[in-house]
């Protein structure tokens, strides 16, 4: 069965060639123009991977990505941004998403992370997977983090960072090492993705996020988890 993919983009040039370039990949793609629509495609579609314009006339990509999650914890959202401040694109990952792309962008490169992530689904065990860093409980089955009574979700991204992390734990894993092996793509030095997801799970998991002593850096290389 195709695996079904949601591109809320409201610019018809961009959707157009969007649909048109994962249709010819072998995806089954739905498009909407509108944020509201977008919503509502997402829960009568249900999709595999959400492809997500920050940009909307009516309702913004981060009202639409908070909307998305209140239905479905789990299906992978990639937003699209012409914002380069990193605040903005920190803020995506804050409401939901699992990962994003600056436009202008590569359409192979966005291919390349939507066939990651299905690969990567695809490779998860079915049995609960649980482990502890500090006072939190991660179940990369249920993609949760627990602490006490309070449970939060985890997107697909943030747990596949945890896995290799917690795989590796006490030993440097370098950002590029990362990038190849969570995203699926090649090592780039102005790529921040690692980094601001790195800063994403630091304010769930660490007791204080500007001081962190389970997601520690190791300059010139990338991070080590100390659980």
């Given at each position: ?8 983009e409201d610019e018809p040039h ?35 991977c959400i492809i997500l314009d ?138 921040r993705t690692v980094d601001n ?31």
């Open positions: 069965m195709k695996k079904r993919i949601l591109i809320v961009i959707a157009l060639g969007l649909r048109d370039a994962l249709d010819f990949e072998g995806f089954a793609v739905v498009v909407a123009h509108r944020g509201h629509e977008g919503v509502r495609l997402a829960r009568e579609e249900k999709p595999d920050l940009m909307l006339p009516d309702l913004n990509g981060y009202k639409v990505c908070e909307e998305v999650r209140r239905a479905d914890r789990h299906v992978p959202i990639i937003m699209l941004t012409a914002r380069s401040q990193e605040a903005d694109k920190v803020r995506g990952l804050d409401v939901g998403a699992d990962d994003y792309v600056t436009k202008p962008f590569s359409v192979n490169e966005l291919v390349a992370r939507i066939r990651a992530i299905f690969r990567r689904a695809a490779l998860m065990p079915g049995a609960p997977e649980t482990f502890t860093i500090g006072d939190a409980e991660i179940n990369l089955s249920t993609q949760t983090l627990k602490r006490g009574k309070a449970v939060e979700p985890l997107s697909f991204y943030e747990v596949e960072l945890l896995r290799l992390l917690h795989a590796r734990a006490g030993t440097p894993v370098g950002r590029d090492e990362i990038l190849s092996k969570v995203w699926g793509l090649d090592g780039n030095p102005t790529n997801f790195v800063v994403k799970l630091r304010k769930k998991i660490e007791p204080s996020p500007d001081k962190p002593v389970h997601i520690i850096t190791v300059y010139g290389t990338g991070y080590k988890l100390a659980p």
